[in-house]
């Protein structure tokens, strides 16, 4: 079994910042690739950033690419998510994600466990 818990969602005005994290209790989670992905009210869930189990390899979505900045601590079994200059579109619950596949994907279909989300809210 494994578990994805994430924090520090909250509320931010356009222009803010915020740092999510994701605490994983999962067994051998060096070997797992990790995703941020997001969901707002009325939309599917999209894939926002991921980071490969070596590290070494990261991924953004084009809407975040130079904002958000994903990194992992292994001695901690963390995932972060630094998103910087926030927008209201950026407005959604976001969800941690692993999959132990050897190469980063997309699609959430492909990621074996899921945290319960943190809400981000942006105002304008």
């Known amino acids: 079994q494994a578990q994805l818990v994430e924090s520090g969602g909250g509320l931010v005005q356009a222009g803010g910042s915020l740092r999510l994290t994701c605490a994983a209790s999962?067994?051998?989670?060096?070997?797992?690739?990790m995703a941020w992905f997001r969901q707002a009210p009325g939309k599917e869930r999209e894939f926002v950033a991921a980071?490969?189990?070596?590290?070494?390899?990261?991924h953004y979505a084009d809407a975040v690419q130079g904002r958000f900045t994903i990194s992992r601590d292994k001695g901690k079994n963390t995932v972060y998510l630094q998103m910087n200059i926030l927008q209201p579109e950026d407005t959604a619950v976001y969800y941690c994600?692993?999959?132990?596949?050897?190469?980063?994907?997309?699609?959430?279909?492909?990621?074996?466990?899921w945290g319960q989300g943190t809400q981000v809210t942006v105002g304008s």
């Open positions: 994600a692993a999959d132990d596949a050897s190469y980063i994907h997309v699609e959430a279909r492909e990621y074996e466990f």
């Open positions: 999962i067994r051998n989670f060096g070997a797992y690739t």
């Open positions: 980071i490969h189990w070596s590290g070494a390899t990261t």
